[in-house]
């Protein structure tokens, strides 16, 4: 099922445009080009993520992202602007925005980052998950338990926090920032090298499932591909 996309700008040419690349990138985009029908569109339907222009006729960006948290303050929100100006910088991250971009900007960049908050959202509603039956393996993240087959192993906290994420994330991408962030808490050359370690080591751990492999992402992260659900 698509990520429906609600983007409000008022550049009717700018936006047709903007909306046929997210729709030819698999996504379900609803356009609308002032800030009242961006409000009007998001209290009618449900959408996973919001893309605001800052300055628009009737209602501005910054004022429509306040209604829409007041509804649900869960909804990722990400401002363009054709402003770089500090304050409005702030004030979109005060507000509650996941992420600002100055135009003109990089449509894949721009790709990249809508990807990033949804899957960042995906592991927020899905962290609470601890058994995962995926093709031939079933995996307890509470007692850090993998079985592959008949062979069980006892995993380190670090390959089972690894191993959980490529879970929540199968089939999709999962980004290094992310899985460095969340169990290294820090990003460096010397905690990517780490990383690279244990993903090696579970490649080793899952190798006797033909139906499961863990790729390499462009350089950018990885995917625990399930070829036998």
Same mark, same amino acid.
């Given at each position: 099922m698509?990520? +429906?996309?609600?983007l409000?700008?008022?550049?009717?040419s700018?936006?047709?445009?903007?909306?046929?690349?997210?729709?030819?990138? /698999?996504?379900?985009?609803?356009?609308?080009?002032?800030?009242?029908?961006?409000?009007?569109? #998001?209290t009618e339907?449900?959408? @996973?993520?919001?893309?605001?222009?800052?300055?628009?006729?009737? %209602?501005?960006?910054f004022?429509? =992202?306040? @209604?829409?948290?007041?509804?649900? %303050?869960n909804?990722?929100?990400?401002?363009?602007?054709? +402003? $770089?100006? +500090?304050?409005?910088?702030?004030?979109?991250?005060?507000?509650? =925005?996941?992420?600002?971009?100055? %135009?003109?900007?990089d449509?894949?960049?721009?790709?990249?980052?809508i990807?990033?908050?949804?899957?960042?959202?995906?592991?927020?509603?899905n962290?609470d998950? !601890?058994?995962f039956?995926?093709?031939?393996?079933?995996?307890?993240?509470?007692?850090?338990?993998?079985r592959?087959?008949? $062979? !069980?192993?006892?995993?380190?906290?670090?390959?089972?926090?690894?191993?959980?994420?490529?879970?929540i994330h199968r /089939?999709d #991408?999962?980004? +290094?920032?992310?899985?460095?962030? %969340?169990?290294?808490?820090?990003?460096?050359?010397?905690?990517? *090298?780490s990383?690279?370690?244990?993903?090696?080591?579970?490649?080793?751990?899952?190798k006797?499932?033909?139906?499961? !492999?863990?790729? $390499?992402?462009h350089?950018?992260g990885? *995917?625990?591909?399930?070829? $036998?659900?």
């Open positions: 698509s990520n +429906r996309i609600l409000v700008e008022d550049d009717q700018f936006g047709a445009v903007l909306k046929d690349y997210l729709t030819i990138n /698999n996504f379900e985009v609803t356009l609308a080009t002032d800030g009242e029908m961006g409000l009007k569109e #998001f339907k449900e959408f @996973d993520i919001c893309i605001f222009d800052v300055m628009m006729p009737k %209602k501005d960006g004022s429509l =992202a306040e @209604d829409v948290k007041k509804i649900d %303050k909804t990722p929100i990400i401002f363009l602007t054709a +402003r $770089n100006m +500090r304050e409005d910088i702030l004030k979109g991250y005060q507000i509650g =925005a996941d992420d600002y971009i100055t %135009k003109p900007f449509t894949e960049l721009l790709l990249y980052k990807k990033a908050i949804l899957q960042r959202s995906a592991v927020l509603e962290e998950q !601890e058994q039956k995926i093709s031939s393996i079933f995996f307890d993240s509470m007692l850090r338990q993998l592959v087959g008949e $062979n !069980e192993y006892k995993l380190s906290p670090k390959e089972n926090e690894l191993l959980k994420l490529l879970c /089939n #991408f999962m980004p +290094r920032d992310l899985a460095l962030r %969340k169990i290294w808490k820090k990003e460096n050359y010397f905690t990517a *090298r990383m690279d370690v244990y993903i090696a080591k579970l490649r080793k751990l899952l006797d499932d033909e139906g499961l !492999e863990i790729i $390499n992402v350089g950018e990885f *995917r625990l591909l399930v070829k $036998n659900p």
